[in-house]
């Protein structure tokens, strides 16, 4: 019997909403064991928010200051560079003015997915894409989210199928 995103897929999906706050999402990822939510509208799946996502928008902003020293008379003048980040305070400025903005604002509209009668090859086919870096597939009905797919249920997938067809093979059992 060949395997489908159905007998892949867990049903009990944590989502978020659109208009969830970033500080929401960061505080449900803190504890999770699992690195984004499906992004869920009236049950359609709208995009996929990630670590990924929320990292992007606290790194550092560049403040370094470049000052030139050497004026005339001087023919060549030296540049110093000052660095002006203040690395934890400065995340913590970024969190404190991004954290009511809306998750939609990061989040990724543009989600691979599969049907729920997908084969398993077109599931492994996503999830080794070399463009992209899935680590979970949403399985999508008419637009509704119905489950997803992990990296882990894949491979524990193919495991348990080996196994088993390993210890029909063996005569001693």
């Not at 902003?61 to 030296?78: A, H, I, K, W």
């Not at 009668?117 to 599931?123: G, R």
């Amino acid at each position: 019997m060949a395997l489908t995103a159905r007998d892949l897929m867990t049903t009990d999906v944590e989502t978020v909403a659109p208009a969830d706050e970033i500080s929401e999402v960061l505080t449900k990822l803190s504890r999770r064991d699992f690195t984004g939510f499906p992004v869920v509208e009236d049950g359609d799946l709208v995009g996929v928010v990630t670590e990924h996502d929320l990292v992007d928008i606290f790194q550092p902003s560049d403040r370094t200051l470049y000052v030139p020293f050497g004026l005339p008379p001087f023919l060549e003048s030296l540049t110093y560079a000052l660095d002006l980040s203040w690395d934890e305070l400065d995340v913590e400025l970024d969190l404190a003015k991004n954290a009511g903005r809306p998750v939609s604002d990061v989040m990724s509209s543009d989600v691979r997915t599969v049907g729920p009668d997908a084969s398993l090859d077109d599931v492994l086919a996503v999830l080794v894409d070399e463009d992209e870096d899935v680590n979970r597939i949403p399985v999508v009905e008419n637009g509704a989210l119905v489950g997803i797919i992990a990296r882990q249920d894949v491979l524990g997938a193919i495991y348990r199928e080996r196994t088993a067809t390993a210890g029909r093979d063996d005569p001693d059992e």
